[in-house]
């Protein structure tokens, strides 16, 4: 009861909805001037794991993250590397020493001082054989971390490592709350404290997660006054919602941003925006399982898939075709690899050489035993659902049995992921600017909660993914990289198959907002809504 009357409160207090007016075209047209205020409220289908970044691998978390920590480095809006909570850095001659100089005044959230012992904190913690993380590999490299002083991070490492400066972009936890203690068991993971530009204000499981404005951020205060991802887990839902303003901004679907959003009461509310995303959609295949063994099969499933029918019908044109783990717009990305276009009678004769036989019942079987697997798919995903339908189709067409589960998000991935215990997923992974594919490919990385859940081998992909990571040549880098997707599309581990357009809807009263390499959260801090448009209106002695 207290907890609802305290929400109430906040409701009244904090909250003010300026409802039911409807403004002609020129009136968000006014871009005004910045002014602190407002709240934008953004919808995510999947809720957040936890909130210490190097124990979590899923989006909804580093999304909730990112504004609530920094690192040493980021990329500005062109991709360009620059300075966080590092003011500057020297690299040595030999490439093999990186040394840090931290900002000073930055506090922590709770007024606790920044310096270089939170840095080593953080670079031990990752690398202690206790803490499930994926991201330790980049750190284990380093030979030598030393804190010449309190704002002094110096790191050596004992060949170069090409990655190495972005490696720091990882988010800098609070040793005086968590040294000496078990992270995994750490309040932080509900209730994080960082130095970022919001602070972290409540999360209610299932709903919402609220940040507010950092009133000290080194950067200065954002002018955003709250943040909040409101938790949906159905994309139509969500809609709905976006068109009833209960919330300013959502990823569209392919649907939703060629066909429902094209008229003038919405264009008149909403900005569109528009980029081919940093990430791939594709079937991963648990390869300890008996039938996904054999790479045949996997070629087989390749060629009995119709990519373009997926980008045409489901993502309505609003996506291009994947054939390995880099997006084509990318330095690394090989366009030259071995492709699998759609043909069902390769895939029968690809199964006929891996031992099926298909009976007079047109049904695919082994030894007696049935092609059938389940794969499984995340809940509130229209187009992966949509596409393991079409998917479906296709393969019935050549003998082969899909059953599609619909799991919720956090469960696919404690439950099924995690444990190894499944058959095929159909999912999709952000796809770093710098890309360092180890962490995804590498055999070593096939540990709990490591990213290498398919249980993928080969030694040449081993060699070449720890050669390219020690090129600082990017030709070189190139050669390896290179090689290592023409594995990959021999050995199909994967069935990759799109790259999407990033489809955005936001609210236009948010001014500032400007798209670029980088995507349009870059300068998030920088938004801000006129005073004249405000919808949400604070009260200004709130204290935190």
């Not at 590498?442 to 020690?470: I, M, W, Y």
């Amino acid at each position: 009861m207290v907890n609802k009357k305290v929400f109430i409160c906040f409701i009244c207090l904090f909250l003010f909805l300026s409802c039911g007016k409807k403004r002609d075209a020129a009136f968000y047209e006014d871009p005004g001037k910045p002014a602190h205020g407002d709240m934008i409220i953004t919808g995510s289908i999947g809720e957040p794991s936890n909130l210490i970044p190097i124990l979590s691998s899923d989006s909804s978390s580093h999304e909730i993250a990112s504004y609530i920590y920094n690192g040493l480095v980021k990329y500005d809006k062109d991709l360009n590397i620059v300075g966080d909570l590092a003011e500057s850095w020297e690299v040595s001659k030999d490439s093999l020493t990186i040394t840090f100089r931290l900002r000073k005044g930055v506090k922590w959230h709770d007024g606790e001082p920044f310096s270089a012992r939170d840095v080593m904190y953080t670079y031990k913690v990752t690398i202690d054989p206790k803490t499930p993380t994926p991201y330790s590999g980049d750190f284990k490299l380093v030979k030598k971390a030393e804190m010449p002083d309190d704002h002094t991070f110096k790191v050596t490492y004992d060949k170069p490592f090409a990655p190495a400066l972005i490696s720091w972009s990882v988010a800098v936890l609070p040793r005086h709350l968590l040294e000496g203690k078990d992270i995994t068991n750490s309040p932080l993971k509900r209730r994080p404290v960082g130095t970022g530009p919001f602070i972290f204000s409540e999360w209610v499981p299932g709903d919402r997660v609220i940040l507010t404005a950092n009133p000290d951020y080194f950067e200065g205060k954002p002018y955003i006054d709250r943040y909040m991802m409101k938790i949906i887990p159905d994309s139509a839902t969500m809609f709905l919602e976006l068109k009833n303003n209960s919330i300013d901004m959502m990823g569209l679907t392919p649907l939703q941003y060629v066909k429902q959003t094209d008229y003038p009461a919405f264009r008149r509310e909403f900005n569109r925006y528009k980029y081919l995303a940093a990430a791939y959609t594709y079937i991963g295949y648990n390869l300890r399982h008996g039938f996904f063994k054999d790479k045949k099969v996997r070629q087989a499933m390749a060629c009995a898939i119709n990519k373009q029918e997926i980008i045409d019908g489901i993502l309505l044109g609003q996506g291009v075709e994947a054939t390995g783990p880099f997006k084509p717009d990318m330095w690394a990305h090989n366009g030259n690899v071995k492709r699998y276009e759609y043909n069902p009678e390769r895939a029968l004769a690809l199964l006929k050489e891996a031992g099926f036989e298909r009976g007079t019942d047109g049904v695919l079987r082994k030894n007696g035993a049935p092609f059938e697997f389940t794969i499984l798919v995340n809940q509130g995903n229209t187009v992966r659902i949509q596409s393991a339908e079409l998917i479906q189709r296709r393969l019935s067409a050549v003998g082969i049995t899909m059953k599609i589960r619909v799991l919720e998000w956090a469960t696919l991935v404690n439950d099924f992921i995690d444990k190894r215990n499944f058959e095929a997923v159909l999912l999709g992974w952000t796809i770093p600017n710098d890309p360092d594919p180890f962490d995804v490919w590498h055999s070593s990385k096939q540990g709990p909660k490591e990213l290498n859940f398919t249980s993928f081998e080969n030694r040449e992909v081993d060699e070449v993914l720890v050669k390219a990571r020690h090129t600082l040549d990017r030709p070189e880098r190139k050669k390896c990289l290179d090689r290592f997707q023409e594995i990959l599309a021999e050995e199909q581990p994967y069935t990759f198959l799109f790259v999407p357009y990033s489809t955005v809807a936001l609210h236009k009263r948010f001014k500032a907002v400007e798209p670029a390499p980088a995507g349009i959260m870059y300068n998030f801090i920088k938004w801000y809504v006129p005073e004249n448009q405000v919808r949400y209106k604070s009260n200004a002695a709130i204290s935190r």
